[in-house]
Nanobody, 127 residues
Framework: EVQLVESGGGSVQEGGSLRLSCVWS????????VAWFRQAPGKEREGVAV????????YYANSVEGRFTISQDNADDTVYLQMNSLKPEDTAVYYC????????????????????WGQGTQVTVSS
């Protein structure tokens, strides 16, 4: 069974930073992506960043480009999301997801591409 567990959320003032972690287990495919999504109250879940773990390539949503960085630690089966220059509009529940993929591309930020999801971690940015 594939399991993903997010952590690292919390409350921070505008301009601050947080680092989210996603620890995954039970996923044996080498050609897979791990992606971060977020969902604010009353809004649809949107893709934030994705990493193609086989090659380490990444792709970001325009709204976070230059502020967020996704990375991986294969030894610990962990994917991170470093979030800098946080804005109030970044407030949301952040989820990590994993599934087979062939590259970090626009399509890999679609919720329909993923079967396995974590429980979510709350990020709140105050102005």
């Amino acid at each position: 069974e594939v399991q993903l567990v997010e952590s690292g959320g919390g409350s921070v003032q505008e301009g601050g930073s947080l680092r989210l972690s996603c620890v995954w287990s039970g996923y044996t495919y080498s050609s897979h992506c791990v992606a971060w999504f977020r969902q604010a109250p009353g809004k649809e879940r949107e893709g934030v960043a994705v990493i193609y773990t086989t090659a380490g390539s990444t792709y970001y949503a325009n709204s976070v480009e230059g502020r967020f960085t996704i990375s991986q630690d294969n030894a610990d089966d962990t994917v991170y999301l470093q979030m800098n220059s946080l804005k109030p509009e970044d407030t949301a529940v952040y989820y990590c997801a994993a599934d087979f993929c062939i590259g970090a591309r626009y399509e890999a930020l679609s919720v329909d591409e993923y079967t396995y999801w974590g429980q979510g971690t709350q990020v709140t940015v105050s102005s």
